[in-house]
């Protein structure tokens, strides 16, 4: 299977709810919610892509040639590659349901993994898109980060209890889902959290907890003091507020305010090798890639998740050649132009 083969499925099994464009820049779907789209406008998605375009690499192939090291270490774990799939889940919803819930979470979990790397898996109004990631996750030595929404912490305590059993390697709770209109309409609680809320979840256990939904240097700092091991700079993939601006813009400021007291992801545009190389000089130690991983995944399911884990990975690799950097530490802030 190529990948070009695995985007020719995809188009084929995700119409008409995802077009697969030649590039999934939230022009053609936007304000499609459900569906794949951004808020209202679409901009908040929009933006996420205009910004890292405009972001160059400084090209220096002037250096003592000793490889490319990709990988990464995170939660006690080595990975390959310093990215990871996002938390995704409403193949019914927001797709068309030609694969399942736990088809997807099978796809991205067991895919992820062969290619070196792991994925975040999602939750939803009802728990069984939850639920159904337990068993991949146990299955897989628990290499993959279970993600929250923000319940109530009664419930949100009594998932965190399940995924221990799961042996997951850590979680997130995506706070910036407190606004998404898939689950106002559903009815569901879910909400703001405060710092002390968040400081209840992360104490009731020794999995690493991550706060996914922070977009400001005040909001790190707040994870921080949460006790949180890291966040993830995300706005829900531009589905939640139609003027947020694009995620890697606010990596500096949040970098330096944190420092390295916690661990910084950021999703949001990432569609390429170059991208990811952009956002660590910003600031990431990690990177989540959302929408692309879907579409791999019904178009090849493990197969072509595992493709296209490999094709962005050499991408950064190729990157890494032409900009003089031997390993993820060398990508550093003087390797890039705002």
């Not at 590039?23 to 789209?37: D, L």
């Not at 020794?206 to 909001?219: A, D, L």
Request: proline content about 4%; some cysteine; charged content about 25%.
């Amino acid at each position: 299977m190529t990948y070009q083969e695995v985007l020719e499925n995809a188009r084929k099994k995700m119409a008409p709810n995802c077009r697969v464009c030649k590039e999934c820049n939230g022009v053609v779907c936007k304000g499609e919610i459900p569906g794949t789209g951004g808020k209202g406008n679409g901009n908040a998605f929009k933006i996420c892509i205009e910004f890292l375009d405009s972001v160059k690499i400084k090209l220096d192939t002037i250096y003592k040639n000793e490889g490319q090291d990709t990988s990464v270490s995170l939660f006690g774990r080595n990975f390959k590659y310093p990215f990871f799939a996002a938390p995704i889940g409403g193949m019914n919803l927001n797709y068309n349901g030609a694969i399942t819930e736990a088809e997807y979470v099978d796809a991205v979990v067991n895919g992820t993994i062969a290619a070196g790397g792991a994925a975040f898996t999602g939750d939803g109004p009802n728990d069984s898109l939850f639920l159904d990631s337990l068993p991949y996750i146990k299955a897989a030595d628990g290499q993959a980060v279970p993600t929250i929404k923000p319940w109530k912490n009664d419930k949100a305590l009594e998932k965190i209890k399940l995924l221990e059993e799961a042996g997951a390697m850590a979680f997130a709770m995506d706070i910036d889902s407190a606004g998404l209109i898939n689950l106002a309409l559903a009815g569901k609680p879910v909400s703001a959290k405060s710092v002390e809320e968040l400081s209840e979840l992360a104490v009731s256990t020794n999995v690493p907890f991550i706060v996914k939904g922070v977009m400001t240097k005040e909001g790190a700092l707040k994870a921080l003091e949460a006790g949180a091991y890291g966040i993830v700079v995300s706005s829900h993939g531009g589905r939640v507020l139609q003027d947020a601006p694009a995620t890697c813009a606010m990596l500096p400021e949040i970098k330096e305010a944190v420092g390295d007291r916690l661990k910084i992801f950021v999703d949001g545009g990432i569609r390429s090798g170059a991208d990811v190389f952009k956002a660590i000089a910003l600031g990431a130690d990690g990177v989540l890639i959302g929408r692309p991983y879907v579409i791999a995944a019904f178009g090849g399911g493990k197969e072509g998740v595992e493709l296209y884990t490999e094709k962005i990975g050499a991408e950064l690799r190729d990157v890494m050649i032409m900009s003089g950097c031997k390993n993820i530490s060398d990508i550093t802030r003087d390797k890039i132009i705002l």
